[in-house]
């Protein structure tokens, strides 16, 4: 089987590390990557995306013990356009957030009027920081939390920094 996910992964935390597990489960893997020119435009907020080269030494690097753990192939292609790569016929798995599901119909939709086959849209779920809210990338840049989402010594979860 043939496996789509696609985001921008910077920085990579335990949510993306359970997006990437259940999509080599499935069969191999191609990432869509978000290109320098389209990550700003898949933020909800306004904060500073890393350049693609960097997110993809990062992802690649993650990617790898995946790969040889299930013993699967993978590939990270730019992502130009936010239904990119999954639009291609090639693709039977598409893995996506429970924010993203929309994106994923959309992307059916494309499929379909092209003649070609839907995608099975797997969901999986987020995962939880200490304080139980989501982990995210945004909470970890504005350093809420860790990567694995613990709250940072300094902080009190909500972002502030604590007088000694």
Do not use: C, W
Not at 6 to 27: I, K, N, S, Y
Not at 154 to 163: S, Y
């Amino acid at each position: 089987m043939d496996v789509a996910l696609g985001g921008t992964f910077d920085p990579v935390h335990d949510g993306h590390r359970a997006l990437f597990d259940r999509a080599f489960e499935l069969g191999d893997v191609t990432i869509g990557l978000t290109s320098d020119e389209l990550a700003p435009k898949t933020r909800s907020e306004d904060r500073y995306v890393r350049p693609y080269d960097e997110r993809r030494a990062d992802l690649a690097d993650e990617l790898d013990a995946f790969a040889e753990e299930y013993d699967r192939e993978y590939e990270i292609r730019p992502l130009d356009d936010p239904t990119g790569i999954a639009t291609e016929p090639q693709f039977d798995y598409l893995v996506v957030s429970p924010e993203t599901v929309d994106g994923a119909q959309r992307i059916n939709e494309l499929r379909e009027e092209r003649g070609v086959d839907p995608l099975s849209i797997d969901v999986v779920d987020h995962v939880r920081a200490e304080d139980g809210e989501i982990i995210s990338s945004t909470r970890i840049v504005r350093g809420e939390i860790d990567e694995h989402g613990n709250r940072t010594p300094d902080r009190d979860g909500r972002g502030q920094v604590q007088p000694d």
